[in-house]
């Protein structure tokens, strides 16, 4: 089952500027973790954030998380060719110890 | 980091023949291992929920009979597609949560399965 809704589907940027992707989802959470993958290939874990937090920062990424509205943002600053790929929220749902994914953002930019 | 490795890394067959997807923790043990089944262009959908020497928990919707999962250790977990048909072609993920660290769960590279 599907946990919620990433926004947008698709996202298509110029090389150098900023990406945004959100992802909101529907019952509590222990913690909620972001992905990437490329076409046809397996997922690269990216950063993970827990319920206790609400800004979590690695790299280039930054990661934000209001529970009580459950939703999750994630932005990439600075964008590189190579950040072309799908990205994905998985929420680690409270009491039930397992990931549910979000539908992901395709994620294109342009160089 | 931690590997989780699955086997094969593709699959071809035909209509009505079945297939076994093993999936390994390498270097950690791994209460839990969990499948995921992915169609292009979409995300990963949880079909089961497997916990070593117990039954797997499987998602609704997610035929037990057909999608059989055996986790007979604590770093072996395998999916067998039972009479396999074309509609069943699609990108097979396990993952596995670390027994020490509980909220770590690692991704196997993902089996393609094809069924002509």
């Known amino acids: 089952s599907q946990q919620g809704e990433e926004d947008p589907q698709a996202l298509s940027i110029q090389e150098g500027e900023n990406a945004t992707m959100n992802c909101s989802y529907k019952t509590s959470i222990n913690n909620l973790q972001w992905y990437r993958q490329n076409s046809g290939r397996g997922l690269v874990h990216l950063i993970l954030i827990r319920s206790n937090e609400r800004e979590k920062h690695s790299g280039r990424l930054r990661v934000t998380l209001d529970t009580s509205k459950k939703s999750s943002s994630l932005l990439i600053t600075a964008s590189r060719a190579a950040d072309t790929a799908s990205y994905f929220c998985a929420t680690d749902v409270q009491g039930a110890q397992k990931l549910v994914f979000g539908q992901g953002t395709r994620l294109t930019i342009n160089p | 980091g931690a590997v989780v490795s699955q086997h094969p890394s593709w699959v071809i067959c035909k209509s009505g023949t079945s297939v076994k997807i093993e999936c390994r923790s390498l270097?950690?043990?791994?209460?839990?291992m969990f499948w995921y089944r992915q169609f292009p262009k979409q995300s990963l959908m949880l079909m089961a929920t497997?916990?070593?020497?117990?039954?797997?928990?499987?998602e609704q919707g997610v035929e037990k009979d057909k999608f059989l999962i055996n986790h007979a250790s604590l770093t072996l977990s395998t999916l067998t597609v039972t009479s396999a048909h074309p509609e069943d072609s699609s990108f097979y993920i396990c993952s596995a949560r670390d027994l020490v660290k509980a909220d770590t769960q690692y991704f196997g590279p993902g089996t393609r399965l094809t069924v002509l």
């Open positions: 497997s916990n070593e020497g117990s039954k797997a928990t499987y």
């Open positions: 270097d950690f043990q791994a209460t839990t």
